[in-house]
Every structure is written in C-alpha cells, then in structure tokens.
T-cell receptor
C-alpha cells in the first residue's frame, strides 16, 4: 500500500525557534498534500492544502506566515513552524493524495509529528 | 458547508460483542464518506470508504458501514470486536473537490 512518512516523529524545541517537519510519499506521487493539527483528545483540523509547485491554501484562522508550507516535489512537502511558542505544541499529521485521483482519492496519512515547545 | 457528527465520544464493549459507531453527516449532495482508525500516537488508517453504488461497504479488519441517505448516516459496524480494535475512530466526509472534514472521533475501549 501507499506509505507516507514524516520526520521527525517527535521534536522538542525552545520558544522562539523554528521547526521543520517533512512529509514524504514513499511509493507514489502526490500532487496534493494536506497538513492537519490534532490537539489532545480532539479531531484533526485541516491547516492547509498543498499542491506541488504552487502556493499552499490555508484554512481560515491559520497564520500562513507562522506555518510555512512548501511542496517542492511530488513526493515531499514541508511544514515549518516559525518562532514557535508553547501554544504551538501539538500533534501534526500530514496526508497525501495520489496523482490523478482528485477529491475521490484516498488520503494516505503519515504517522504524525509530536511537537513540544518549551 | 459539510459537517460530520459522531455523537458518541467514548464507547466500551466487551471482547466478542458487536459494535456500532454512529456517524451523521451534512452535505447537500451525495457525499464521499470515510471511516478512519487511529491508534494512540499514530497517524490514521483508512478502514473503508463510500463513493457510490452499493450502500453497504466492506472494509478492512472485518468492519463494514452502511450509507443511509434518508438518515444522513454512515454507521460503522463489526460483528465481533477484538481487543486490538481498541482505538479512536473518525468518520469523515468530502464533497466533490472540497476538503475532507473529520468528525470529533469516538474512542473505543474493549474489555475482556
């Protein structure tokens, strides 16, 4: 089956620093990748939709200057949390949708990245 | 706007008992419906999906779900629960080329 990896799986950083999270589709090309945030015991909240070669589309309320998304290739998208603060601590999950499947295509989810900001 | 409601936050069942997790959606046309499972600290795994056709959908791990348009529901069922099924389950809906919207999840606890 299609596999999506995330790196790192967990990260602890100091307040004010920036953290980059990578999302890779390992065995398929993903024209669209999604970034979600999940607070403890809550559902996934879509942060942004990333299409290869174009700017990401952010959901309402998500600061695009704080959460920088780059989708440089068909297999890699990155999320950079800039000037992180404790309230940014969360579980970040990416997903990837295969090329040519459109909205009906299954989203394959990465294992998530636990970010803790001290 | 599309939305998903999972009315049960937490469900406890005995191992070997049957299971039904409820999901109600709101969408103006025929939606695409999904059920995902998430183990603690893990990403999501797709159990099954409905796009069109037969309203009873079979998924992995012995799960099935039935799409009922009249009730705007897509309940997940399993005839006999195993201890390894303990996890959190998310129902999700997508319409056309819109984003996928997740429900708030139902945490399943399985007791011996």
């Amino acid at each position: 089956g299609a596999v999506v990896s995330q790196h790192p799986s967990w990260v602890i950083c100091k307040s004010g620093t920036s953290v980059k999270i990578e999302c890779r589709s390992l065995d398929f090309q993903a024209t669209t990748m999604f970034w979600y945030r999940q607070f403890p015991k809550q559902s996934l909240m879509l942060m942004a939709t990333s299409n290869e070669g174009s700017k990401a589309t952010y959901e309402q309320g998500v600061e695009k200057d704080k959460f920088l998304i780059n989708h440089a290739s068909l297999t890699l998208s990155t999320l950079t949390v800039t000037s992180a603060h404790p309230e940014d601590s969360s579980f970040y999950i990416c997903s990837a949708r295969a090329f040519q499947q459109g909205a009906k295509g299954e989203q394959f989810f990465g294992p998530g990245t636990r970010l803790t900001v001290l | 706007a599309q939305s998903v409601t999972q009315p049960d936050i937490h469900i406890t069942v005995s191992e070997g008992a049957s299971l039904e997790l409820r999901c109600n959606y709101s969408y103006g046309a025929t939606p695409y419906l999904f059920w995902y499972v998430q183990s603690p600290g893990q990403g999501l795994q797709l159990l099954l999906k409905y796009f069109s056709g037969d309203t009873l959908v079979q998924g992995i791990k012995g799960f099935e779900a039935e799409f009922k348009r009249s009730q705007s529901s897509f309940n997940l069922r399993k005839p006999s629960v195993h201890w390894s099924d303990a996890a959190e389950y998310f129902c999700a809906v997508a319409g056309g080329y819109q984003k996928v919207t997740f429900g708030t999840g139902t945490k399943l606890q399985v007791i011996p």
